[in-house]
């Protein structure tokens, strides 16, 4: 097997370009760049086979650089989804595990850009879903996450692909309410549920974005939006109409009227017996808790 640092030192030698003299007569560098690139994907396939993946992913970074400079677009955006998968692999063994999501991120950045150049949305949109769940959970960068995200939606949206742009929506939202950004993640929530609204494949989903909707709003202090996402919600949906959803709204709006806290409480526990709250859930109804708590305190 050969030494990958000897077939890196063939490729910087040979990816030199041409000058003076030796211009003239050698005419068009692409050739040169390609078997430079050619170099560093084998050195990159040899460092694989090592589970030397961070070395791999910086040999097919290279590789792409080369092929960008011999004009061929199209291969070096496939060389960077192969640099990105190195380096994300790289995260779970790599001391330096930061560095390889940073990695991972610019070279799923220069492939997104490069598909989306040559008109590929549909490709360049779901890297960009998997773009977004890198800042989210390897690098806990939530707006640039939620950036990413909405980007993703607006092409699945132009692609007429509304799951996989409700899919995006959904993580626009989750994060806003995370982040803080309450009313935002409520008009998100509203833009759900009106794409939602008499499609059959996703209807069943709608309890749960009223729901959501309406604690985001409780947790803004807005009680009497949140009243009126509950009166929305019986009157366009069915199924949220005496649903376990729908009670669980109407109690918690109750118990922040009353500024009454521990109802609060016990009516999440009664839901939570029936269906289990994830971690969404209780950091956001928490939040409402601490506005009932903290009317509480204003009135000692």
């Known amino acids: ?41 084998q050195a990159a396939n040899i460092y694989r086979l090592r589970k030397q993946l961070f070395e791999a992913g910086n040999c097919f970074t290279k ?3 080369y092929q960008i400079k ?24 790599n001391t330096n595990s930061r560095e390889s999501s940073i990695n991972a991120v610019q070279s799923l950045e220069n492939a997104i850009d490069i598909f989306t150049k040559r008109g590929q949305f549909r490709r360049g949109a ?34 007429q692909a509304m799951a996989l742009t409700n899919k995006c929506l959904v993580k626009v939202a989750e994060l806003n309410a995370l982040n803080g950004e309450y009313l935002k993640a409520a008009s998100v929530y509203d833009k759900l549920i009106n794409n939602s609204l008499g499609n059959r494949l996703s209807q069943w989903v709608l309890k749960e974005y009223y729901l959501k909707k309406g604690i985001c709003q409780l947790a803004a202090t807005d009680s009497v939006a949140a009243t009126r996402t509950l009166e929305d919600g019986r009157v366009n949906d069915a199924n949220f109409n005496g649903s376990r959803e729908a009670h669980l709204l109407h ?16 009516a999440v526990f009664d839901y939570d017996k029936f269906a289990k709250l994830d971690k969404w859930y209780t950091t956001m109804l928490l939040k409402v808790k601490e506005t009932i708590t903290e009317a509480e305190d204003d009135l000692l």
């Open 126 to 159: 779901n890297y960009k879903f998997e773009l977004a769940e890198m800042y989210e959970n390897d690098l806990n960068d939530y707006p640039k996450a939620m950036e990413c995200y909405e980007v993703a939606s607006d092409w699945y949206s132009q692609d």
């Open 1 to 41: 097997m050969s030494d990958p640092k000897e077939l890196l030192a063939k490729a910087e030698k040979k990816g030199v370009p041409s000058s003076g003299f030796m211009k003239i007569f050698s005419g068009s560098d692409s050739m040169k760049f390609e078997e430079a690139s050619d170099y560093c994907i």
């Open 63 to 65: 590789a792409a650089h």
């Open 251 to 266: 109690s918690i709006i109750e118990c922040v009227s009353e500024g009454d806290s521990e109802k609060f409480s016990q």
């Open 70 to 93: 011999a004009s061929n677009d199209d291969e070096a955006g496939n060389t960077y989804i192969e640099a990105f998968k190195c380096y994300k692999s790289s995260t779970t063994n």
